[in-house]
């Protein structure tokens, strides 16, 4: 039987899981003391900040990918809002409302394929205007973009670009169709390239097994992603998958922990799916997780705000002091 707490204490002396290790402990360890290893991995290689970010869904509805998931898909039935790239100054506006509350970095989001032509022009332009109004770190998540455009995102101010893989490379076909799991790995990889910040994680709770997150924790370990924000399905009428069964709250929170283990450097964030949890994910933050969307989520009701989540925090003892680097 594996020794869970002295398996952390060997990964904070340099030890690193892969794929030759035998893993599936992870399924049915003690929880209580699998959350307690990723708290301390956590604790060592990223300390007590968390990082908060914040999102715009700047364009939404009528996406051609056909993910089973999502309330934005033209291929699923939803009462999404559906409207086309939002002003500048609605961008501008609510950048710097969440630079004044305190959160770290803040993304542009569009649905579809990729944002492109007019479009594009639109988000570097607003970007260059935070960049140079704003102290607050940018973030982008535009799907299938090119390198040519992440570099024109990066010279506008854009330090991290998102790009979930979703879920394993065995399961990805059962969740989309119209894009393969290998083009979300070379987008992840000309990200990388490019020197940016590479954000990427998934969503559990869509019918995939415990072989399958692990897979997923693997990959993303594999391409050294810098954050792993990790989304428990909200089931959405209208969606392929409106009929699954929720999550537990101990099932989100050992795959938490799990991805501590794997990817002990990079921050865990907590994206949708908080609602499952009690108090907004409060014992998230004692089982690995380092960071998390705040704020007004993408296309699912956010149960926390900006000023719920800081005092939450606060009183675990955790820093929420905004990073305020310098922009070069």
Not at 13 to 32: A, M, Q, V
Not at 80 to 100: H, K, Q, S
């Amino acid at each position: 039987m594996t020794d869970i707490l002295a398996l952390a204490q060997q990964i904070i002396e340099g030890r690193r899981l892969g794929r030759e290790n035998e893993l599936s402990f992870f399924f049915d360890c003690s929880l209580t003391e699998l959350c307690e290893g990723a708290d301390k991995i956590r604790a060592h290689f990223v300390g007590d900040k968390v990082d908060l970010c914040s999102i715009i869904n700047c364009r939404s509805g009528k996406c051609p990918e056909d993910c089973k998931y999502c309330a934005q898909s033209a291929y699923n039935h939803t009462d999404c809002e559906i409207y086309d790239f939002l002003p500048e100054e609605d961008i501008v506006g609510a950048c710097r409302l969440n630079e004044g509350q305190g959160v770290d970095r803040f993304s542009i989001v569009t649905a579809g394929r990729a944002l492109t032509g007019e479009e594009f022009e639109k988000a570097v332009h607003a970007y260059e205007t935070m960049h140079r109004e704003c102290k607050i770190d940018l973030c982008a998540s535009m799907g299938f973009l090119d390198g040519e455009q992440l570099h024109r995102l990066h010279e506008a101010g854009v330090s991290s670009y998102h790009h979930n893989i979703e879920t394993s490379r065995r399961n990805f076909p059962n969740i989309c169709t119209t894009h393969t799991y290998d083009q979300k790995i070379e987008t992840l990889k000309m990200v990388k390239a490019e020197g940016m910040w590479v954000c990427s994680g998934g969503i559990i709770g869509m019918g995939e097994t415990w072989e399958d997150r692990l897979d997923m924790a693997l990959d993303l370990s594999e391409l050294e992603v810098d954050s792993i924000p990790i989304n428990a399905l909200m089931p959405i009428k209208g969606t392929p998958l409106e009929h699954l069964e929720q999550l537990s709250e101990d099932e989100i929170l050992r795959t938490i922990a799990m991805f501590r283990y794997i990817n002990p450097k990079a921050d865990i964030r907590l994206a949708a799916g908080r609602a499952l949890m009690a108090n907004d994910g409060e014992r998230a933050f004692s089982s690995g997780a380092s960071a998390t969307i705040t704020g007004n989520m993408l296309t699912t009701a956010a149960c926390a705000t900006i000023k719920s989540d800081k005092q939450m925090l606060e009183r675990l003892g955790r820093d929420v002091t905004p990073c305020r680097c310098e922009h070069v």
